[in-house]
């Protein structure tokens, strides 16, 4: 099976990016866009600033770190189902927090196999 993670920088956002509440309600309308299960979420703020809030999902995760500094969140979305759209999920948060700024994406594809029995 192969799956997409995708890795998006979020450019010239919006002074929201310093809220944790607007930050979870990114993540969690991201996974919800995507057709995900959230199970669990947690967040982390730095001093002097910035976030990392993720959403965990029964398929994996939703990860955004915000850099006050620079106007600029970070990205990171796996769903473990084919049929989910990683980029519905990027789509929703740059709606959100980033609506007039700029979005560059980086994909990364997995190939999930089973363990061959017989290997070493």
Known sequence: ??????????????????DETALRDAA???????????????????VPHGITLVVFL??????????????MVLVD???????MSE???VDEVARRLCPNGV???????RHIEPLDAAAP
């Open 1 to 18: 099976m192969k799956i997409r993670q995708v890795l998006a920088d979020m450019r010239n956002c919006d002074a929201i990016i310093e």
């Open 28 to 46: 969690i309308g991201a996974a919800k866009a995507a057709g995900a299960t959230i199970i669990g979420e947690h967040a982390q703020r730095y």
């Open 58 to 71: 029964a398929e994996s995760h939703v990860m955004l770190t915000t850099w006050p500094e620079y106007r």
């Open 77 to 83: 979305i796996l769903l473990c189902n084919p049929d």
């Open 87 to 89: 980029d519905a999920a």
């Open 103 to 109: 979005v560059e994406r980086s994909y990364v594809t």
